[in-house]
């Protein structure tokens, strides 16, 4: 269209208020006209930037922007200078993900930066005056379940949990039980194939205990992702229902917690790392803390813990996949108290689904085994020949006094 002299004065004053392209143009169209946005931005060039009038790095002002005006002898707007932020920002040596992302008006819990671009570039006006122009831009999308952060998965997992009131039995036995859960890799082992294992593990819990010692040496789930089969590095697996897995640890774990409360005088419950679920496990564990605080808990992002049994029966346990070979001196050397004060020293690790007892070094390596259900690798390469079974340790207060095998 022609711009007569008194739309082309209009779009550069609303431009100078601080209006959007956008909503200069819906103004105007608003009034009758028929222009489009690329039209207004030729103007508000031709009126505000090539007669050196002033600039703007943001289409809209916001609270980043701060402008100051100045007026001719008869109060009109002369120009506007826009002092943002953003220079103070892109002085910065060093901008952080989070940065951008506040920066760009984005919520940091709700999108991840894809890729980032700046760059700087001048302009000379009819009067050969010079301006710079910097630009910043990012490219963001939202976060999937494998971008967000342990943090984000926490507040997933507890956000609809219930604490949940237990009752303690009024008679505990005088020993001591260690369930060593290990290798359990829920998706492949579905909780239908376990009952009977499951079943035998909550009569011997039932039985009545002093301590009851819930050791999670993990790899509870086989996956550590949702929507792909993959292990903590990344290593691709065969698929699984990620859900019906979860929903089988629960069947599984829940029973177990709540009858170990009830039938002893203390329960005790750690995790250590392993290399299917580090996250996955340690976000079930913290789970089952919110689910029973009245219960010993602890949530950790450790590949190891020493612990006294009794009273003075030593264990260290770790998942097996790091640090086993060294386990004698990391018990001693992490843990010289309750190593010294030991009258039973042991390892306790699993990984490897199968059951192997080393005594030597000061100490009993037990590796415990599995009743985890075959997959697909196992059966192509040999590996299933080992006994389908769990141990679960009984202990006076200074040895070992029988391993219980379900």
């Known amino acids: 269209m022609n711009w007569d002299s008194n739309y082309k004065q209009q779009v550069k004053r609303l431009f100078l208020d601080g209006s959007s392209y956008a909503e200069i143009t819906k103004q105007l169209n608003d009034e009758g006209l028929n222009v489009t946005k690329s039209a207004v931005k030729h103007v508000v060039h031709n009126e505000v930037f090539d007669k050196g009038l002033g600039k703007r790095t ?107 009131k237990l009752i303690k039995n009024n008679s505990f036995g005088k020993h001591n039980l260690v369930i060593a859960i290990s290798d359990f890799h829920f998706g492949i082992t579905q909780f239908e194939d376990i009952k009977e294992h499951f079943e035998e593990l909550i009569n011997l819990i039932r039985k009545g205990w002093q301590q009851i010692w819930i050791v999670q040496l993990n790899d509870l789930i086989h996956s550590d992702a949702l929507n792909t089969s993959k292990t903590t590095k990344g290593t691709i697996l065969d698929p699984i229902d990620f859900p019906k897995a979860i929903s089988d640890a629960e069947k599984f774990m829940f029973p177990v917690v709540e009858e170990s409360y009830k039938n002893s005088e203390e329960t005790h419950m750690f995790s250590v790392n392993a290399n299917h679920d580090e996250t996955v496990g340690y976000l079930f564990e ?41 386990a004698p001196m990391l018990f001693a050397t992490e843990a010289p108290e309750i190593w010294a004060n030991s009258t039973y020293r042991m390892a306790l690790y699993g990984h490897f689904h199968k059951e192997q007892v080393n005594d030597d070094f000061g100490l009993v390596e037990h590796q415990v085994g599995t009743f985890k259900t075959t997959d697909p690798y196992e059966s192509k390469n040999g590996y299933t020949m080992a006994t389908k079974k769990m141990e679960c340790f009984e202990f006076d207060d200074e040895t070992l006094k029988s391993i219980h095998y379900i």
Request: charged share 30%.
């Open 58 to 164: 943001a289409i809209k002002e916001q609270d980043s922007v701060q402008t100051k005006k100045s007026f001719d002898d008869k109060g009109n707007v002369r120009a506007i200078d826009f002092d943002i932020k953003f220079e103070d920002f892109r002085s910065k040596s060093d901008k952080t993900p989070k940065e951008l992302l506040e920066f760009a008006g984005y919520d940091i819990n709700d999108w991840v930066i894809v890729n980032s671009t700046s760059n700087d570039w001048s302009v000379t006006n009819g009067k050969g005056e010079k301006y710079w122009n910097h630009q910043a831009k990012i490219s963001v999308k939202p976060k999937t379940n494998d971008e967000l952060t342990t943090d984000d998965l926490i507040k997933l997992f507890n956000q609809k949990i219930e604490p949940v």
């Open 286 to 326: 913290e789970m089952l803390r919110v689910k029973y605080p009245q219960i010993d808990i602890q949530v950790n992002n450790e590949y190891r813990q020493v612990f006294t049994v009794g009273k003075s029966v030593g264990i260290i346990a770790l998942h097996g996949h790091s640090g086993k070979v060294k």
